[in-house]
């Protein structure tokens, strides 16, 4: 199975500071059809989780666009550009390219 | 609106069984690659497995830790999806959310879930 690794676990960010989650997986995911399925869910305290991008840098419909997804190969990167109290929660990478698919451990994100 | 409906999570001893709905609505089910994925009490999310449509073969894939003991299907006449847990284990304690394709170009839809508790 892929093994997807997340860092770091825990991120304390100040309101309109830029954060930076980093996913490594065990394996390229870059698919023999040409994508690479990498994808990023964010779970708010107490909610169903999210998905916020889709195959490494397409944002959701409604995901503001302070959310970035980036890389390629084993190395990919959320960032969002200044945080707002409502992005508060666990951000979660998953890859959708080999199966079974599997889910990073997750980052939690709070306000310092 | 797409929308997810879990149910019938509940208590069970370990090594019993437990069959899981989830009833859709609001998009074409039977077009939809179906999806569970389940969240142990305090930890991440982890993928259960997956139905593709029937247009895409209907091919099923598990997780490692459910293969052999978890069965999904679907029907598509009554727009769900089914999850039937079979040797349930301790660890097997989680809260079940079924949802669409997780790398589709659509937006994946979430329930509430529902709670599946295996403890003696």
Redesign the interface.
Known sequence: ?VVMTQSPLSLPVTLGQPASISCRSSQSLADSDGNT?L?W?Q?RPGQ????LI??VSNR??GVPDRFSGSGSGTDFTLKISRVEAEDVG?Y?C?Q?TH????????TKVEIK | EEQVEESGGGLVKPGGSLRLSCAASGFTFSNAWMTW?RQAPGK????V??VKSKANGGTI????PVKGRFTISRDDSKNTLYLQMNSLKIEDTAVY?CTTD????R??P????TMVTVSS
């Open positions: 199975d399925y994808n869910f779970q169903s989780p999210r998905r889709y195959k959701d419909s666990v979660y998953m959708g199966g079974p698919l599997t889910f990073g451990g997750g | 994925v991440g999310l982890e993928w497995g997956r894939d598990y997780a490692t959310f997780l790398s589709g170009l937006e994946p979430w329930g509430q879930g």
